[in-house]
């Protein structure tokens, strides 16, 4: 009889066991997915109780009833999720700020001042005051200038305050000129058109006499040619004619 009911005595100690193992189980799960749980001293005997219904505890005397702050697995997932996309999200913003701050940045400015350069300025044609007759001569100008040119400078003839060149040198008519004198001015500028160097000569334009007076000569003659009548023109060609075969 001892040696049969001992088999069926350890079969109840491990459905026991069993059950006992699922309601902790039961429990643990049951205190992990809840929320909020409380914490019940008894003032007299300092036994703690833990909890997750405060009101059966609460219309008891001697017991103190305090919510404490649990954090399930769930929600420290979801606060470390929270926490990662917060730090992410403040790391684009620092990016974005960084990125932001360097398209805004002024570039840097050249501030490297140049000193201008002491030129010098030689007429050397004409080489010094004197006469052209009209119209037959031109006004011919060079200049020489001492260093080269830089970069961004420039040189110019003028005659009588009116550019005609630029550059170092220039040829002038003096078919409309008129007679008198006239001032020939050689200028150097910076690349802001400002006036760094410059010389002047005094020349002079005079009326050539002897072309004067052909042209005059010829002015009649045409005049005294068209007021003769038609024969007259034709006898004088006639004779014009003669005169080139006798030669």
């Not at 003032?43 to 219309?59: A, C, I, K």
């Not at 052209?132 to 003839?157: C, M």
């Not at 005094?202 to 072309?211: A, L, R």
């Not at 009548?229 to 004619?241: D, N, P, S």
Request: net charge positive.
């Amino acid at each position: 009889m001892t040696l049969l009911a001992k088999p069926s005595f350890l079969k109840g100690k491990i459905r026991v066991g069993l059950w006992t193992t699922v309601a902790l189980a039961s429990l643990c799960t049951s205190l992990t997915n809840a929320a909020p749980i409380y914490k019940v001293v008894d003032e007299q005997t300092g036994q703690v109780t833990f909890t997750d219904r405060p009101q059966d505890y609460e219309q008891q005397a001697g017991k103190q009833v305090s919510q404490m702050a649990i954090t399930t697995g769930n929600e420290t997932s979801r606060s470390t999720n929270l926490n990662t996309t917060t730090n992410s999200n403040t790391s684009r913003q620092s990016s974005n700020a960084s990125q932001i701050a360097t398209t805004t940045e002024s570039p840097a400015i050249n501030t490297k001042v140049t000193t201008p350069v002491n030129y010098q300025l030689a007429i050397t044609e004409p080489s010094e005051e004197r006469a052209y007759r009209r119209p037959v001569q031109n006004i011919d100008v060079n200049v020489q200038i001492k260093p080269a040119l830089q970069a961004g400078d420039s040189t110019g003839i003028y005659f009588d305050d009116k550019e005609v060149a630029q550059g170092l040198s220039a040829s002038i008519a003096t078919v409309d000129v008129l007679p008198g004198a006239h001032t020939i001015k050689a200028v150097v500028k910076s690349e802001t058109g400002q006036t760094l160097e410059q010389i002047t000569r005094t020349v002079y334009v005079i009326q050539n006499t002897t072309t004067l007076q052909d042209n005059k000569r010829k002015a009649a003659q045409l005049l005294a040619y068209q007021k003769l009548a038609w024969y007259q023109k034709l006898m004088l060609k006639l004779h014009q004619q003669e005169v080139a075969q006798s030669q």
